[in-house]
C-alpha cells in the first residue's frame, strides 16, 4: 500500500468529507466501509487520524457514531484514546448516547473497568442498559449472527441464570422479539430444564414466528407432555388472531428477505459419509452480502452450521474459492438447496436429533425461495440403464469418488474382516513381495467376499439416496452423462433390485478402498505401539532400561504391500481418468 504523507489540514479536510459522506448513506455497505479503512490506513499521520476520529465522535447521532467508533477500533490504541474517551464518560454536558459509545470502544479496545464505574457516570443507567438490551434484541430479528451471539451468551450461563434472564426478557419485551431467542432454544434441545416455560412463552407471544416451533413439537417430539402444551400454545396463537395454517407467510416479510435477494448456492458432492457441505447467499441493495455454510449428512441430517452477515463480494469470493477446496462444487439453483437442505432437517426431527442453533438463526435466509419437490425416485428411474453401468470407472474423473468407503464403525463387518485380511496378507509377506500379482488377485477375492456381508440391506438403501440424490445434482448442473451413471447405479445397488453388483467396478473399488484404508490403519497403530515402547518414560515405567527388540514389529508390518497396492491402485485410478 503507498502511503501518503498528507498535512494535519488535509486530514481534517478527508475525514470532513467522510463524514459528510456518511450522513448522504442511509446504510453503509462492508464493502464501502473497507474502501474509508483502506484510505485512512494509507495516511502516514495515524496518530492525527485517530484524534481527529475522537473528537468527531461527540459531534455526530449515535447511527454514525457506530461507523467512527468502527474505525477508532480499526486504527486506534487502548492508550491513545483513552484519556479522551473517559472525559467524555466523566463530563456531565455529554449525552449519555455518546458515553455509551466511549464505553463500547473503551470496552472492546481492551479496557477492564468494572461495568459498574461507567453506569455510575450515566444520568439513567436503567434507561441506557434496557436500550442495550432493546437494541441487542431488534439486532438480533434481522442479524442472525447477534442472535447467536445472544444464544452463545445465554447457554454459556448456569441453568438458574438461563431461566432468570428469559424470565426478565419475558416480562419487560415484546414477543416479536423474545420469540427470536426461544426458537431456536427449543429447537436445538439446548435448554430442555426450560422448555415447558418456552412453550409457554410461545403461546403468549401474538408472534406467527411461534407457529413452526409448536408444530414440529407436536408432530415430532415423544415428550407427550410438551405435545399437549404446544397444542395449548398453538390455541392461544390462533385466539390471538395469528393465522397458523399460513406461517409461511412470515417468510416472505422477515427483515432479511424484505432487504435482499438470494445471491448464489453451491453444493458438493457427498462424500464417502454421506456428507456434503452447501452455501447459500443473499445481496442487499447495497452490495452486503449474508452467506451460511452448512454441513449436512444423508443419515444424521444437519451437522453444523457457520455464516457471515454483510460481507463483500470480494471477501465472499474468496470464501468461496477457499469452500471445500478438496472437493468438487457446484453453483446450483436456490430451488434445490432449499430442498435438500429441508430435507436434511427434516432427518433431524424425524429421528429427534438436535438441530444446530446456529442453523435455526440462518435459515431464514432460503425460506422466501419457492419450494419445490424433487422426487428422487420418479427422476432417476427415467435417467437409469443397465448400459450406463459399465461406464462406472468414469465417475473417477472426480476425485470425490475416490473417498467414498468405509470406516471400521461404518459396519460390523469391516473391523473383523481386515484383521482377518492383514493375518492372511502377513502370513505370506515374502511371497506377495516377490509375486505382487497374487496380492492383487489375492485383495480381489477378498473383495467379492466381502461385498454381500457390506451391501446388506441398510447399507443398498442408504447408498441408493445418496446416489439418487447425486444424480439430481449433476441434472441440475448439466452432466447428463454422469447423471445417467449415478442413476443407474442407484437402481442396481437398491435393495429391491435383483441386479448382482458383486462385478459392478464402482462397488468394487468402494470395498477396496476400504480394505486399503484399514490397512494403513493398521499400519498406522503398529508404527503408535512400537513409538510408545520405545518412549525412555514407558520403558523406565515398565523397568525395562534395556533397548526394545522390534524384530516383531518389522515382521508385523506390511508397509511394503500396502505401497505394492497403493501403486497398482493408483495406476487403475489414473487408467480410469485418461
Not at 462424500?271 to 452455501?279: C, E, L, R, T
Amino acid at each position: 500500500m503507498k502511503h501518503r504523507d498528507l498535512t494535519k489540514l488535509q486530514i481534517r479536510a478527508e475525514i470532513s468529507l467522510m463524514m459528510q459522506k456518511f450522513n448522504s448513506l442511509d446504510e453503509m455497505s462492508r464493502e464501502q466501509q473497507l474502501k474509508y479503512i483502506s484510505k485512512l490506513n494509507s495516511i502516514s499521520n495515524k496518530d492525527y487520524v485517530v484524534e481527529i476520529l475522537a473528537k468527531e465522535l461527540r459531534k455526530v447521532n449515535y447511527q454514525k457514531g457506530q461507523i467512527i467508533s468502527s474505525f477508532l477500533q480499526e486504527f486506534a490504541t487502548l492508550e491513545q484514546v483513552q484519556d479522551i474517551l473517559w472525559s467524555y464518560i466523566k463530563s456531565p454536558e455529554a449525552s449519555d448516547e455518546l458515553k455509551d459509545l466511549a464505553g463500547i470502544t473503551l470496552k472492546n479496545l481492551g479496557d477492564n473497568t468494572d461495568p459498574e464505574e461507567f453506569l455510575n457516570y450515566l444520568e439513567d443507567p436503567k434507561s441506557i442498559v434496557d436500550k442495550e438490551t432493546r437494541k441487542l434484541l431488534e439486532i438480533a430479528s434481522m442479524n442472525p449472527e447477534a442472535q447467536i451471539d445472544f444464544l452463545d451468551f445465554l447457554f454459556s450461563l448456569p441453568e438458574t441464570e438461563q431461566f432468570n434472564l428469559v424470565k426478565s426478557l419475558h416480562e419487560d419485551y415484546s414477543g416479536e422479539y423474545i420469540v427470536n431467542v426461544i426458537a431456536p432454544a427449543l429447537e436445538s434441545r439446548q435448554a430442555c430444564h426450560m422448555d415447558e416455560y418456552l412453550i409457554e412463552i410461545l403461546g403468549e407471544s401474538r408472534s406467527i414466528k411461534a407457529v413452526p416451533i409448536l408444530q414440529d413439537i407436536i408432530n415430532f417430539y415423544n415428550d407427550e407432555k410438551l405435545k399437549k402444551k404446544a397444542k395449548i400454545s398453538l390455541n392461544m396463537l390462533k385466539l390471538a388472531g395469528i393465522d397458523i395454517e399460513n406461517p409461511q407467510v412470515f417468510d416472505k416479510n422477515h427483515d432479511i428477505t424484505k432487504v435482499s435477494d438470494i445471491y448464489e448456492c453451491h453444493l458438493t458432492i457427498p462424500d464417502g459419509m454421506g456428507n456434503q457441505a452447501v452455501i447459500a447467499s443473499r445481496i442487499k441493495p447495497n452490495g452486503d452480502i449474508l452467506m451460511m455454510n452448512i454441513i449436512i449428512n444423508d443419515v444424521h441430517g444437519i451437522l453444523d452450521c457457520f455464516g457471515f452477515y454483510g460481507i463483500s463480494k470480494d471477501d465472499f469470493k474468496r470464501i468461496i474459492e477457499r469452500f471445500q477446496e478438496k472437493t468438487t462444487r457446484f453453483l446450483v439453483v436456490p430451488e434445490y438447496t432449499r430442498y435438500i437442505l429441508e430435507e436434511a432437517e427434516k432427518i433431524n426431527k424425524v429421528n429427534n436429533l438436535p438441530v444446530p442453533y446456529e442453523y435455526v438463526a440462518w435459515k431464514i435466509i432460503i425460506k422466501d425461495i419457492q419450494p419445490i419437490n424433487y422426487d428422487r425416485e420418479e427422476m432417476t428411474r427415467e435417467w437409469a440403464d443397465r448400459l450406463f453401468l459399465e461406464e462406472s470407472k468414469a465417475l473417477h474423473k472426480f476425485p470425490d469418488f475416490d473417498a467414498w468407503f468405509f470406516e471400521d464403525d461404518d459396519h460390523g463387518a469391516i473391523k473383523d474382516n481386515i484383521e482377518k485380511i492383514v493375518n492372511k496378507i502377513t502370513e505370506k509377506k515374502e511371497f506377495y513381495l516377490k509375486n505382487p500379482n497374487k496380492l492383487t488377485e489375492q485383495i480381489e477375492h477378498e473383495i467379492t467376499e466381502l461385498i454381500p456381508s457390506v451391501f446388506d440391506f441398510s447399507v443398498r438403501k442408504m447408498y441408493k439416496k445418496r446416489l439418487q440424490n447425486t444424480a439430481i445434482l449433476f441434472n441440475i448442473t448439466e452432466l447428463p452423462h454422469f447423471r445417467n451413471i449415478v442413476a443407474s447405479l442407484a437402481w442396481a445397488i437398491a435393495p429391491e433390485s435383483t441386479f448382482d453388483i458383486i462385478n459392478n467396478s464402482f462397488v468394487r473399488k468402494i470395498v477396496k478402498k476400504t480394505i486399503l484404508e484399514g490397512l494403513i490403519r493398521h499400519e498406522y497403530n503398529l508404527y503408535n505401539q512400537e513409538q510408545q515402547k520405545l518412549n525412555p518414560w514407558n520403558q523406565r515405567k515398565a523397568g525395562k532400561e534395556a533397548s526394545i527388540d522390534s524384530g516383531d514389529s518389522k515382521k508385523q508390518s506390511i508397509a511394503e504391500l500396502i505401497e505394492v497396492l497403493c501403486t497398482h491402485d493408483t495406476n487403475n485410478t489414473e487408467n480410469s481418468r485418461a
